[in-house]
Structure formats: C-alpha cells, structure tokens
Nanobody, 123 residues
Framework: QVQVVESGGGLVQAGGSLRLSCTAS????????MDWYRQAPGKQRESVAG???????NYADSVKDRFTISRDNAKNMVNLQMNTLKPEDTAVYYC?????????????????WGQGTQVTVSS
C-alpha cells in the first residue's frame, strides 16, 4: 500500500507565508508527478502547482510568483512554499502523487491522494 501525508497547514495573516510538505511512503518503485490541489468551501478542487520527476514545475496563474514547488526524490517528498498569502488562498490543500509500484505483470502507476491540510489566511 501507499500512504500520502501532508503537513504544514495553519492560520496566517494576509501577506504571510506557510510551507506545506507531503511525503509518500509504502511500496513505491518511483514517483512520476507530484501535485498540489486545493478546495475552498463551496468550490471545486483546483490544481495549484505540480512538478515532474525531473523537477520541472508548473503553476496556476493565481499563484505564480508567490508559490514555489520543490521535491526531494530521495525522500519521496514535495514541498510548497507559499508567500504573500491572500484570503482567497484559504482552502484545504491536497497532495497527489503518481506512484509506480510493482504489479503482477510489471510496473503499474496510480494516483494517491493525501487527506488534506487546512490553510486559513485572515485579512
């Protein structure tokens, strides 16, 4: 089995910073993409940032120049540094990992999600 666990959420004032971390563990051969999503109350889950196994990042327009995603492949970890936070960044933040595992007929990949971590930005 694979477990994905996020940490680092909390309450911060507008203009402040938070750093989220996500670690995948279990029966893992490798991890392809790792992504951060968020879901605000009453809204659909949306992509925030992602990073390939080679370290190439992508960001939603709403967080460009404020958020930075990074990963440590040796630790199966992805981080999200969030600066200049705004009230509209308030949401539950979820980590998703595309994990490659050993399968009966060879390697197989699947998406695994964490349970989410709350980020609240007060005005």
């Amino acid at each position: 089995q694979v477990q994905v666990v996020e940490s680092g959420g909390g309450l911060v004032q507008a203009g402040g910073s938070l750093r989220l971390s996500c670690t995948a563990s279990g029966s893992i051969l490798s991890i392809n993409r790792m992504d951060w999503y968020r879901q605000a109350p009453g809204k659909q889950r949306e992509s925030v940032a992602g990073i390939t196994s080679g370290g190439i990042p992508n960001y939603a327009d709403s967080v460009k120049d404020r958020f930075t995603i990074s990963r440590d492949n040796a630790k199966n970890m992805v981080n999200l540094q969030m600066n200049t936070l705004k009230p509209e960044d308030t949401a539950v933040y979820y980590c998703k990992a595309i994990v490659v595992r050993s399968g009966t007929y060879g390697p197989t990949s699947a998406a695994y999600w964490g349970q989410g971590t709350q980020v609240t930005v007060s005005s």
